[in-house]
């Protein structure tokens, strides 16, 4: 018998046992592996956004690996066996959350089409569209808040985000000055005018902001532009 007969002959063709015949198909326990292996590939994930609310919203040394396990649904013998340490998981959080997002605006700002002026406007709306309008960017806060205490995490930061993230401002500001559409500046104190703002926007966004009226609260792209307005007038040549 071919195999298309095969395929497609009624189930009861070769099975005579009518007991066979008439039980019902548990689907439920035909899934069940399917799911479960779902889930397992899953779990990572479930754990760095549990860890990313939760360290946004008590601080590093707050936050207990047990909550975040619970959050995620799953024991604390779990999450051990993904991220060995507290401290294992929050560089994870780190490089999911933020770290990617430098990266890949890093790739698109080498190919970039428009003056430096624009780059750098550009480069600092889409770090507001990526990374500071998210909740990720509470972490920036924590990292400040708790650094003195936690000098290793500190670091790490600094070397995983800071340092990346700065040495593409620096080089945009750099190419402007060479290209002579920026004055020649200490491009270091004016990579600290750049990025000082920004900062200043998730601090407010992550602190005094909630607690404000509607009034008093920034818009944050209006901010960027007009942050990069003054910031080009003044680079500009003599």
């Known amino acids: 018998m071919c195999a298309n007969a095969l395929t497609s002959a009624p189930l009861n063709t070769y099975i005579t046992n009518q007991q066979v015949i008439n039980s019902p198909v548990n689907t439920a326990e035909t899934l069940a592996p399917h799911k479960r292996e779902r889930r397992k590939q899953d779990r990572p994930g479930e754990l760095l956004e549990a860890a990313l609310d939760l360290f946004v919203e008590k601080g590093y040394a707050a ?45 698109e700002v080498a190919n970039f089409q428009g003056t430096c002026g624009e780059l750098l406007e550009w480069m600092m709306l889409q770090w507001w569209y990526r990374y500071g309008d998210t909740k990720a960017s509470g972490i920036s806060k924590l990292v400040m808040s708790e650094a003195s205490n936690f000098p290793e995490l500190a670091q790490f930061y600094r070397t995983e985000v800071i340092e990346p993230g700065h040495a593409l401002v620096r080089n ?45 609260q920034i818009d944050p792209q209006a901010f960027i532009s007009q942050h990069a307005q003054l910031l080009t007038r003044g680079l500009a040549p003599y």
């Open 172 to 216: 945009v500001l750099q190419k402007g000055i060479d290209q002579a559409e920026f004055r020649p500046v200490n491009v270091e104190l004016a990579l600290h005018s750049v990025m000082t703002p920004l900062l200043f926007l998730v601090m407010w966004k992550h602190s005094m902001g909630p607690c404000c009226p509607s009034h008093e």
């Open 63 to 107: 936050t207990r690996v047990e909550e975040v396990a619970a959050r995620a649904g799953v024991s604390k013998g779990t999450l051990f066996l993904y991220f060995p340490s507290k401290e294992d998981l929050f560089k994870a959080v780190v490089r999911a959350s933020v770290v990617e997002p430098v990266t890949q605006g890093a790739a």
